[in-house]
C-alpha cells in the first residue's frame, strides 16, 4: 500500500510534533531540514541502484582477447588497464564470464542444406541457377550489384596479404592474397555492410556461426589448386564442421579464374555479381565431408580476380576463435583470427577504431614497448607491419625517437620502415618518414626498404622522394630493387614500380648474385609490360638485354620461352627486330 504520509513525519519515525511553544521559525526549519535529508537519501538510493544497473550493464571485457589475455597472467601485470577493459575475465564482475571454451549448440540438423538451397533456388530476384541438386549447387547470377562489390574490395584491400596456413602449410596449394572483413572494416562502408547481412540471409545461420568475410585476390597466374573445405570430420572440434559456403564474384574482365568442381564436371566462370553456393558436408549426417564437392580456382590468364567468401559452421565459429580457445581436431582455415599475444601487441595489431586510445591507457598502465613477440618484433614494428598509423604515432610519442628506427629482434634486423614499405601502407610509410626514418636504412642483409616494396607504387615514390638510393644493391646479393619489382606477380604494379625506380636512376643492367639482369626476372614471372620497360631502359640497347647471359649461361628469352610466357617472348623479338619462332 502506497504511504501517503508527509515527508517529514517519515523521517521523524512517528514521533510526537514539536510542541507549540517552540517558535514557528525553528518548527519551519526542522521541517524543511527533514525534508531535505529526506530527498538526500532518496536521491543516494536512486543513485545507487542507478550505479548498479549501469554496473550489471558495462562489466564486461571490452576486447575479443581479455579471455586469453587473463589467462596469461595481465590482470596482475597489467592491473589498472585489465580490471577495467576486461572487468568479466579478470573476475571483476559480480557475475563473472563464463569460460568461452565451450561448445554451443548446433544451428542446424540433418536436412539443413536440402531447406537452404531450395530457398536459394527460389531467389527471383538474384536470378537463381540450379546446376546440381545432389549435390546442391546453386548459381545466383545477379546476387551483388557493382557499388556493393566495389565497396567491398575497397574495404577488405588494407588488410590483404599472402594467404594463410592452409596454402603455407600446402606448398603450392594456392598463390592468392587474403584479406578479412568485420567489425569496423564492414561498419566503414554502409554497401559492403549490405552485402555481407544478404549473404548471411541467404545462407541462413547466425552471424556467430560464419567466419569473417574473407576476400580473395587473384592476379595473372596465380590459383588455388583441387581441394576440399572440409577435409575430415570434426565431431569433438568447438564450432563443429563448415556445412556450407557462399562465394561473391567482385570484379570483371578476367580471363580463366574458373572454379570448377571436377566430380561434378562443373565450372563457374568469373562475373562482377554473380554468386554461388555449395556444400562440404552430407544433408543426413552433417559431420560427413562429401568428397563430391572437392573444388579449384583454375589459374588467372589475364586480369585481376577478386572474390569474397562466407563460410558456415555447425556452431558458433567467432567466440571461441577470438578467445584464442583451441578448436579441436580437424578444423582448418582459420587463419582470421591471429591467436593473442599482449594487449599492447593485439591493440597495434588490430586496426579498430579506438585502437589509438587504448594504446595510450595501455602504457599509461604499464604496458612495456621493449616486449618482443616469437617473430621478434615489438609493439612499434607490429603496428608498422599492420599498417595501424594510430597506434604507431602513440608508440613513437611515448617511446622516444630512437624507436623510429630501431630493428626488430629476428635475424633480419628490419626497421619499422622496412616493414610497412613489405606490406604497402602508405600512411604509415609517411608517418615513419615524417617522423625521421631514413629512406635509406638497410636490414641484416643489406637491403633497404626500396627492395622490400614490391608491386607498391605509391610506397615507392614516397620513399624516392625522401632520398632513397633506386640503384642500390643489395648486401646479401639478391640485386636491386627492381629485381624485385620485376617479380611481383600483378603485371600492372611490377610496370609501375619499375617506371618509378628507372626515373630515379635505376640500372636495368644491374646483376644479382646469379648475374642476372632484372630483365632475367621479368621473364620469369611473365610480366610484359615490365619486360618492355627493361628491354628499353638497357644501356646496352634491347638486342643485348634479351640476349644477355647469366652465370648459368641463360638469356631472359630462353627463361620466357621455357615458362611459356608467349608475350614475354613476343616483346623481347619486337624490341630486339628479332622474330619469334612458332
Known amino acids: 500500500m502506497r504511504d501517503d504520509k508527509n515527508p517529514s513525519q ?86 563473472n564470464a563464463s569460460d568461452p571454451c565451450f561448445r554451443g549448440p548446433d544451428a542446424h540438423a540433418p536436412g539443413a542444406i536440402e531447406r537452404t538451397f531450395r530457398r536459394a533456388s527460389r531467389m527471383r530476384q538474384y536470378k537463381p541457377r540450379v546446376l546440381s541438386s545432389d549435390p546442391w549447387i546453386v548459381v545466383l547470377d545477379e546476387f551483388a550489384s557493382v557499388e556493393e562489390c566495389d565497396a567491398l574490395a575497397r574495404a577488405a584491400a588494407p588488410q590483404m596479404g599472402p594467404s594463410g596456413s592452409s596454402c603455407r602449410n600446402n606448398l603450392g596449394l594456392c598463390t592468392s592474397s587474403t584479406g578479412y572483413c568485420e567489425g569496423s572494416c564492414l561498419a566503414a562502408d554502409a554497401a559492403a555492410a549490405r552485402l555481407n547481412a544478404r549473404m548471411l540471409d541467404v545462407l541462413q545461420v547466425p552471424e556467430d556461426n560464419c567466419e569473417p568475410l574473407g576476400v580473395f585476390k587473384y592476379s595473372d597466374g596465380q590459383t588455388f589448386r583441387l581441394h576440399h573445405d572440409q577435409e575430415k570430420p570434426t565431431p569433438r572440434s568447438l564450432p563443429g564442421p563448415r556445412m556450407y559456403a557462399m562465394y561473391v564474384f567482385l570484379s570483371d574482365g578476367v580471363e580463366g579464374g574458373e572454379t570448377s568442381f571436377p566430380a561434378l564436371n562443373l565450372s563457374i566462370r568469373p562475373r562482377r555479381g554473380r554468386a554461388f553456393l555449395w556444400p562440404h558436408v552430407r544433408d543426413d549426417d552433417l559431420q560427413t565431408p562429401d568428397a563430391r564437392t572437392r573444388h579449384e580456382g583454375s589459374v588467372v590468364r589475364h586480369g585481376l580476380k577478386l572474390g569474397a567468401t562466407l563460410q558456415a559452421h555447425l556452431r558458433d565459429v567467432r567466440r571461441p576463435m577470438r578467445a584464442g580457445c583451441e578448436l579441436g581436431e580437424g578444423v582448418q582455415h582459420t587463419g582470421a583470427y591471429k591467436a593473442a599475444q599482449s594487449p599492447l601487441f593485439d591493440t597495434a595489431g588490430s586496426r579498430r577504431d579506438g585502437d589509438a586510445a587504448t594504446a595510450t591507457r595501455l602504457l599509461r598502465a604499464g604496458a612495456s614497448l621493449d616486449e618482443a613477440n616469437a617473430m621478434g618484433l615489438q609493439p612499434v614494428h607490429f603496428a608498422a607491419m599492420t599498417g595501424n598509423a594510430d597506434v604507431l604515432r602513440v608508440l613513437l610519442r611515448e617511446g622516444g625517437a630512437t624507436r623510429v628506427e630501431a630493428p626488430d629482434r629476428s635475424a633480419h634486423r628490419a626497421t619499422p620502415l622496412q616493414l610497412a614499405s613489405l606490406y604497402g601502407w602508405t600512411s604509415t610509410v609517411s608517418l615513419l618518414l615524417d617522423e625521421g626514418a631514413r629512406a635509406d636504412a638497410t636490414d641484416a642483409h643489406g637491403a633497404s626498404a626500396l627492395h622490400h616494396v614490391g608491386g607498391h607504387a605509391l610506397v615507392a615514390e614516397l620513399l624516392l622522394r625522401s632520398g632513397a638510393d633506386a640503384a642500390r644493391l643489395a648486401g646479401d646479393g639478391r640485386g636491386a630493387p627492381l629485381h624485385a619489382a620485376a617479380v611481383v606477380a600483378d603485371a600492372g604494379a611490377s610496370a609501375a614500380v619499375a617506371a618509378l625506380l628507372l626515373q630515379h636512376g635505376a640500372r636495368a643492367d644491374a646483376l644479382d648474385r646469379h648475374g642476372a639482369t632484372p630483365l632475367h626476372a621479368a621473364a620469369g614471372s611473365g610480366s610484359s609490360a615490365t619486360a618492355a620497360l627493361l628491354a628499353v631502359a638497357h644501356p646496352g640497347g634491347a638486342a643485348a638485354a634479351a640476349a644477355a647471359r647469366d652465370k648459368y649461361g641463360t638469356t631472359p628469352r630462353d627463361i620466357a620461352a621455357r615458362m611459356g610466357h608467349a608475350e614475354v617472348l613476343r616483346v623481347l623479338d619486337d624490341a630486339s627486330g628479332t622474330t619469334t619462332t612458332r
Open 10 to 95: 517519515r523521517a521523524r519515525g512517528g514521533h510526537k510534533p514539536t510542541p507549540k511553544a517552540s517558535t514557528t521559525r525553528t518548527g519551519a526549519s526542522s521541517r524543511l531540514g527533514a525534508v531535505v535529508l529526506y530527498a538526500v537519501a532518496a536521491a543516494g538510493a536512486a543513485a545507487a541502484a542507478a550505479a548498479a544497473a549501469y554496473h550489471w550493464r558495462t562489466c564486461a571485457d571490452h576486447h575479443p582477447h581479455c579471455y586469453l589475455w587473463a589467462q596469461r597472467g595481465y590482470c596482475d601485470k597489467l592491473p589498472r588497464f585489465m580490471r577495467t577493459e576486461c572487468a568479466a575475465s579478470c573476475g571483476q564482475c559480480a557475475t
